[in-house]
């Protein structure tokens, strides 16, 4: 049994205040319901556990009956901050549960392909994320405001989601995490603390989140079906 947790509920604070980014249309329906859809299509997925803010519950039913979609799902309210919204989702999975894909709400582009892709990985691995080797130039910076020196970029990779796992590896990352009171905002981190190894799954088609509004148009064109 492979189950998906889609984490649906943070505040999104730099979209701008009162903006549930999660719920800005793109391409005829809300950001969520793409990424929902997405992994609800994926053949090996079996359910889809939703993590949501208190009080979002019906909208989230809602949803579900709009576009019927084509897998059982559940609502899990979220925790005080991502690790702990993971963690409540990791609680809820079915009791047949052998492997997990953790993506975050505002991702609505992730390819089935790639989904799969890590789902392969982390049953070969026991833990794989979705990235992209980094191609721009960086600088590091002391001040903010001069840059100090360049950085070697041939071994940096930037991630993304879906992070898939076996479910126990998983399990112990976070419960790890959570007994040294650290708060981690990627999963795969968790995974280095306990000397796990990730595997890298290349997202070859253009997988954005949604973090600013100028992030809305380009999303827009790639959710857009082509003619």
Request: charged share 20%.
């Amino acid at each position: 049994m492979i189950s998906a947790i889609i984490v649906a509920a943070g505040k999104g604070t730099r979209m701008g205040a009162n903006v549930d980014k999660l719920w800005l249309e793109v391409a005829g329906r809300p950001v969520v319901a793409h990424t929902w859809q997405r992994f609800a299509e994926v053949p090996e997925i079996g359910e889809v556990i939703l993590v949501v803010r208190e009080g979002m519950q019906p909208y989230f039913h809602e949803l579900a009956t709009q576009y019927s979609f084509p897998k059982p799902y559940r609502l899990v309210v979220g925790g005080a901050e991502r690790q702990d919204s993971v963690w409540n989702g990791l609680a809820a999975v079915a009791h047949e549960t052998q492997i997990v894909a953790i993506q975050d709400a505002a991702r609505p582009c992730t390819s089935a392909e790639l989904i799969s892709a890590t789902i392969v990985a982390a049953r070969e691995t026991g833990a794989a994320v979705a990235a992209q080797p980094v191609t721009d130039t960086l600088k590091e910076t002391v001040d903010g405001k001069v840059i100090s020196r360049t950085v070697d970029r041939s071994k940096l990779w930037a991630v993304q989601t879906p992070q898939t796992f076996r479910l126990e590896v998983i399990r112990n990352a976070i419960a790890t995490a959570r007994a040294q009171n650290l708060q981690l905002t990627d999963d795969t981190a968790a995974c280095e603390l306990i000397g796990q190894p990730v595997r890298l799954v290349p997202s070859r088609q253009p997988n954005p989140k949604v973090t600013v509004p100028a992030d809305l148009p380009f999303i827009e064109s790639l959710l857009q079906p082509v003619a």
